[in-house]
């Protein structure tokens, strides 16, 4: 278990400073800091579990230290990962809100969605990339409106239409 939880992120940190991507580095440093924090953790919770004695300090002082100095530093690392828990499970929703919006409302008229995009970059935003005939202005406030049923703001929708033209 140590191997498998600890040895991809050392390797994908070691890569990552090797070329230059720090993004990547400092991504899976942290990941096998929490790897480390939670073997630990679950180390503790088992010693603790099949009753194992408990150390004790002949300097109470240092022990209590030692105590606080651990949980501070499960919370360093425990604040951030639920954070970005959080933040993963608000853009997986939006996806889905996306994918169930999209297989619903694939043609409007003589409008078709093509493809779509979705960046969560800044917040969640959904490109719709149409063709066919340009969107009427009631087109567009219907496909606002079918947006909106599923979960999907008019402010998180970028639509681009490439137009189709009739040649007769």
Known sequence: AIATALMPPLRTAGYGHA?????????ALYLFCINCLFITMATYLLVRYFGF?????TDHGFGLRTQRMTTLLILVFLIPSIWSAVVLVKQNN???KVTAFIGAHRSMGNSFIYDYQIDHQD???LKIFM??????????NNLYVYAKEHGISEGQIIIKEYITQNHR
């Open 19 to 27: 070329i230059g991507v720090f993004g990547s580095f400092f991504g």
């Open 53 to 57: 004695k408990k150390v004790e300090y």
């Open 94 to 96: 939006f996806d889905k």
């Open 123 to 125: 917040g969640s935003v």
């Open 131 to 140: 063709t066919g005939e340009t969107l009427s202005e009631s087109g567009r």
